[in-house]
């Protein structure tokens, strides 16, 4: 790990949330700082396992304070933190991960998970004999919430007999509390499930206790060579190669990037054998049909989890209606904590 206080000039700097390790949010990341390195000749440096505070201003003041060109935040909740450092530090250029909030040298990048959960939503609607299937969430915040309703969704386009649970941890990366969230939705009856969690402990559980399981952020086979049926995964290097160009060429303006199939920035992981050739096929085209944008996971009709029709059929839910989801679709039949 190297200190927020050394690092070479025209540095660029990473925050990340949790630790690096093999896996996870902030292992892809780490991957594109790697890229942007090995293609940029840039030096960087990474402050890993900061928390969503106060401590998280300390590192990002710290980085700005040393003269790091690019400030890369990479978690939710670095957002106002980055924010309010960002205007003292007008020569820097700041780019937060998720969030919403622009500033004059902050920008903002996000990836399009709900395409992946769509497809990864289909397999699960075909794979489940329960019908039953789960989810282990962080925080119920919009980029949450359309990873769990375009999983359902998809799961109910093949089977509309596919209900889905959800438990909330309230930390992006708890182990301990995720793999207890994954045993607790097994014991009620799921026989898939996924996450939207920092680690491995969700595929490890589904492993042990014999059921399917999808990724998140990574490649997670090797934690669940049976369950692990596929993943959504991030790619964050070209979109960190290209921000740096611009800084330094001098070209550079702060915009809100959210990236998807057609950007590369998001995909699946290799499909597992236990899903039939038929199946595998059908998901392939769909990525193509995302990469088209001829396909979109929130057509309509979208209805909510009390039977309000949020979008009707014939048009596709919006960028700004995506950015505000705060319900259930129907077949989640789990609560919204307060």
Partial sequence: MTTASQAADNNIGFVYVS????AGWTYQHDLGRLQLEKEMGVTTSYVENVAEGADAERV???????????IFATSFGYMNYALKVSKQFKNTAFVHATGYKLGKNMGLVNARFYEGRYLTGVIAGEMTRSNVLGYVAAFPIPE???????????????NPEAELRVIWV???????????????LISQGVDVVTHH?????????????GVYAFGYHSDMSKYGPKAHLTATTHHWGDFYVDTVKQVLAGTWAPVSIWGGYPRGMIKLAP???AIPEPLQNRIRNMERALEARTLHPFAGPVVDQGGKTIVPEGRNMTDEELNKMNYYLQGVVSTIPN
């Fill in 19 to 22: 630790p690096i390790g093999d």
């Fill in 60 to 70: 990002i003041r710290e980085m700005a304070k040393r003269g790091d060109k690019v």
């Fill in 144 to 158: 949450v919430l359309q990873g769990i309703n375009a999983f359902i969704k998809g799961a109910r386009s093949v």
């Fill in 170 to 184: 309230n930390s992006w990366y708890d182990p301990g509390k995720e793999r207890q969230a994954a045993i607790t």
């Fill in 197 to 209: 969690t920092d680690s491995t402990a969700v595929v490890q559980a589904a492993e042990e206790e």
């Fill in 271 to 273: 499909l597992n054998d």
